[in-house]
T-cell receptor, first 113, second 112 residues
Framework: GESVGLHLPTLSVQEGDNSIINCAYS??????FIWYKQESGKGPQFIID?????DKRQGQRVTVLLNKTVKHLSLQIAATQPGDSAVYFC????????????FGAGTRLAVHP | SAVISQKPSRDICQRGTSLTIQCQVD?????MFWYRQQPGQSLTLIAT?????????ESGFVIDKFPISRPNLTFSTLTVSNMSPEDSSIYLC?????????FGPGTRLTVT
C-alpha cells in the first residue's frame, strides 16, 4: 500500500522497550487533544484523548501527558510491539469545539525485533 | 465506534477530469468532515458537511474545486474538480461520535 510518513521524523525502538512520542501544539485556546495511529494504507485510528483539565490519562499500554504551560503533549507506549509500528499524529481542537481538529506533523515509530 | 467506508479506495485520474468520492457511515451522524493528506504529510481539514446545509470550507479550499454533498445523515460525497497533479493525495472522511472523531480508510488519488 501507499506509504504514509515517508518524510517524517522517525523514532526507532527495540521490541519490549517503552516509546515516548512528543508533540508541541500551537493554539493556547485548545482544550482537547487526541493521539491517532496511522498504519500504511489505512485511515487514522483513534488511540486516546485528553482534556485540558487533566495532566495525564492512561489507557491500555498507552499514557498521554499534557503540559499546558509549555504546550506539549506526549504519548507513552509501554512494552512496544511490532504491531505498534505506524505513524502517530497528535491533534488539537483549536477553538473549534470537539470537531475541527488541527493535526501535528506526525512521527513514524519503527519497532525492531 | 462508527464504521466508515469510502469509495473508491484508490483511483488514477487524468488532469482536467473530476472524481467524486463517497463516504458511508453505519450510523446517523450530524457532522461529517473531509480531510486531505498529501504524500508524506499530515492531515488538513477541507470542509465540514452538515446535513441540510451548505458545507463550511476551511481557508484555502473553495466550493468550486471541492463541491460537497450531504443528502442524509449517513452519506456524503466530495468531488475533486478539474484535477491537477497537485491534487494527488489521500482524501479521508471522518465523523464525530461522543466527542471522539473517527476516520474512514481514505481514497488514494493519483492525478497524471
Amino acid at each position: 500500500g501507499e506509504s504514509v510518513g515517508l518524510h517524517l521524523p522517525t523514532l526507532s525502538v527495540q521490541e519490549g522497550d517503552n516509546s515516548i512520542i512528543n508533540c508541541a501544539y500551537s493554539n493556547s485556546a485548545s482544550d482537547y487533544f487526541i493521539w491517532y495511529k496511522q498504519e500504511s494504507g489505512k485511515g487514522p485510528q483513534f488511540i486516546i484523548d485528553i482534556r485540558s483539565n487533566m495532566d495525564k490519562r492512561q489507557g491500555q499500554r498507552v499514557t498521554v501527558l499534557l503540559n499546558k504551560t509549555v504546550k506539549h503533549l506526549s504519548l507513552q507506549i509501554a512494552a512496544t510491539q511490532p504491531g505498534d509500528s505506524a505513524v502517530y499524529f497528535c491533534a488539537e481542537n483549536g477553538s473549534g469545539g470537539y470537531n475541527k481538529l488541527i493535526f501535528g506533523a506526525g512521527t513514524r515509530l519503527a519497532v525492531h525485533p | 465506534s462508527a464504521v466508515i467506508s469510502q469509495k473508491p479506495s484508490r483511483d488514477i485520474c487524468q488532469r482536467g477530469t473530476s472524481l467524486t468520492i463517497q463516504c458511508q457511515v453505519d450510523s446517523q451522524v450530524t457532522m461529517m468532515f473531509w480531510y486531505r493528506q498529501q504524500p508524506g504529510q499530515s492531515l488538513t481539514l477541507i470542509a465540514t458537511a452538515n446535513q441540510g446545509s451548505e458545507a463550511t470550507y476551511e481557508s484555502g479550499f473553495v466550493i468550486d474545486k471541492f463541491p460537497i454533498s450531504r443528502p442524509n445523515l449517513t452519506f456524503s460525497t466530495l468531488t475533486v474538480s478539474n484535477m491537477s497533479p497537485e491534487d494527488s493525495s489521500i482524501y479521508l472522511c471522518s465523523v464525530t461520535e461522543s466527542y471522539e472523531q473517527y476516520f474512514g480508510p481514505g481514497t488514494r488519488l493519483t492525478v497524471t
